[in-house]
């Protein structure tokens, strides 16, 4: 791995590891603010003219995607649109299943789907789990779609990755959850009600069936998308139907409550895909732990697989204080992908006391900035550079700009190129 991107995209993520012989792998792109900045761009515009060209000449490229939130996955439908051939490869997650199997999300997501308004970004979260693998396989060929769970593995240039979260079975989702689609599942099987019904519940069973088939194939099989996605077109004709059942509202007001959409949005988080670097010896530059979204409580399941120290890490959940984990993982660096959003959260103060180098997208949400006014970094030592550890202000890529930092990453938008010093100033290169 010779460098990576952070892209300051607000409170979103996309990540960019360059490989050794030109590829590139890209993981997660999306945003939940439309504009970047007061006085940026529009994330799709964004997109369109920085991101795509940014690696249109390199090697080869792949997409990996930790799970279905906007924030993450939306960029990932814009390249596509205007490059369907963009990407090699786009491993997707396969949503776990429960005690013997059961896909709680995607019953769920299937409920949501039927009796929420698609007018919500909530209903929006749902079908993208839903149909994440059978748009994929339109739009890059079902060739391209990779889908992986813990024990997959996959290449950037020579170097192997391994998902070490979450496993296929034996998920453990909120409570919430299982009881509301036990709940819905004893409405729909009411005696009395219209034959629709019945058909839905028959269609959920085929279609997280053809779901499962569909993932058991690496890469996809294309007749195999195009049968889950027939199933779920026949589900969507069947919503004017189902709108009409005396159970609709009922249906709706549980799955509108608070508590159960937070509970859904958290297990998509805790069903994020979490991977690292395989070693071919001991430890070394290339050890990276990328954790997208995932929870403590994902990450302390999958700590077992994990080694005991990081070149990089990414810290989960945009580094907010709820997902800080309390782990015994040394990292030399540590990658935060932040900005100012109304549902976000403030970046953990924990992370300004780790003996690590923090790379962060924007500070808006820096507890740590707001209150002493300087970067976090100022008085951190990098042990990156080869001569000895050096202080962050003393590094070539903070003194030259364009210059590559001896860390190897770049946190990078229209406005600027920094590599670790959040409050310096300077202009984005375009090469480096």
């Known amino acids: 791995m010779r460098w990576i991107d952070l892209h300051d995209v607000g409170w979103g993520e996309c990540i960019v590891l360059g490989g050794d012989r030109g590829g590139i792998l890209m993981v997660d792109c999306g945003s939940s603010n439309l504009k970047l900045g007061e006085n940026g761009p529009g994330f799709y515009e964004y997109v369109a003219d920085s991101i795509i060209p940014r690696y249109r000449e390199a090697e080869s490229r792949s997409f990996f995607l930790t799970h279905c939130h906007r924030d993450h996955l939306c960029g990932l439908w814009r390249i596509l649109e205007a490059a369907p051939g963009y990407f090699g490869a786009l491993y997707l997650p396969v949503p776990p299943g429960g005690e013997e199997g059961r896909p709680i999300l995607l019953e769920f997501a299937l409920y949501a789907a039927v009796f929420l308004s698609r007018l919500t970004g909530y209903a929006r979260v749902n079908v993208s789990v839903l149909t994440l693998f059978t748009r994929a396989a339109r739009r890059a060929g079902a060739g391209a779609v990779f889908p992986v769970r813990e024990g997959d593995g ?127 010896g001991g430890p070394g530059p290339d050890d990276i732990l990328m954790t997208g979204d995932a929870p403590p409580e994902s990450i302390l399941a999958a700590s077992a697989r994990m080694y005991d120290g990081y070149s990089v890490l990414k810290a989960p959940h945009h580094g907010t204080a709820g997902y800080f984990f309390p782990l015994e993982i040394a990292a030399d660096h540590i990658l935060i992908s932040n900005g100012p959003y109304r549902g976000g959260g403030e970046i953990a103060s924990g992370y300004a006391e780790l003996p690590a180098v923090r790379h962060c997208s924007g500070n808006a949400a820096c507890s740590y900035y707001k209150e002493y006014g300087s970067c976090c970094n100022r008085l951190a030592l990098c042990g990156a550079p080869p001569g000895g550890a050096i202080l962050p202000v003393r590094c070539p890529a903070a003194a030259r700009p364009g210059a590559r930092p001896p860390c190897r990453v770049r946190v990078v938008s229209r406005e600027k190129n920094l590599s670790c010093l959040c409050d310096a100033g300077r202009r984005a290169q375009k090469n480096f």
């Open 154 to 280: 996959f290449f950037l240039d020579g170097a192997e990755y391994e998902v070490i979260w979450p496993p296929e079975t034996g998920f453990v989702f909120p409570p919430e959850l299982t009881e509301t689609v036990d709940a819905l599942d004893a409405m729909l099987s009411a005696p009395f009600l219209p034959p629709c019904a019945r058909e839905f519940l028959a269609l959920r069973e085929r279609f997280c069936a053809s779901y499962h088939h569909m993932c058991s194939a690496s890469p996809v099989r294309g007749e195999d998308a195009e049968e889950t996605r027939a199933l779920y077109n026949r589900i969507e004709a069947l919503i004017p139907e189902l709108l009409l059942l005396p159970c609709a509202g009922d249906a709706a007001a549980l799955l509108a409550a608070g508590e159960t959409q937070d509970a859904y949005s958290g297990a998509l988080n805790a069903a994020c895909a979490v991977f690292q670097n395989v070693r071919r």
